[in-house]
């Protein structure tokens, strides 16, 4: 099996600045593209940014410019810098990772737990 978990969420002012963390475990033969999702309370679950395998980066509009993602292929970890905060920031941020596993035949998405970020105003 395959397990993703996150870290580094807290409560930060706005302006301030986090970085979370996600790596992906278990049965792993090769991981393509992982990304960084959030959902706000009432709201639908939106992809703040992606990167693929080879490096390759999309984000979305609102976090463009304050926002980094990054990964370690060896580590099967991937980074979101999150910097500029800004109180409409506040969400569980979601890892994604979409995983070959050893006895696989296709990648399929595997997600984290979530972890809380909250920005005060």
């Known amino acids: 099996q395959v397990q993703v978990v996150e870290s580094g969420g807290g409560l930060v002012q706005a302006g301030g600045s986090l970085r979370l963390s996600c790596a992906a475990s278990?049965?792993?033969?090769?991981?393509?593209?992982m990304g960084w999702y959030r959902q706000a309370p009432g709201k639908q679950r939106e992809l703040v940014a992606g990167i693929t395998s080879g490096g390759s980066t999309n984000y979305a509009d609102s976090v463009k410019g304050r926002f980094t993602i990054s990964r370690d292929n060896a580590k099967n970890t991937v980074y979101l810098q999150m910097n500029s905060l800004k109180p409409e920031d506040t969400a569980a941020y979601y890892c994604k990772a979409d995983v070959l596993t050893n006895d696989g035949s296709y990648y399929r998405g595997y997600w984290g737990q979530g972890t809380q970020v909250t920005v005060s105003s």
């Open positions: 278990g049965s792993i033969f090769d991981i393509n593209a």
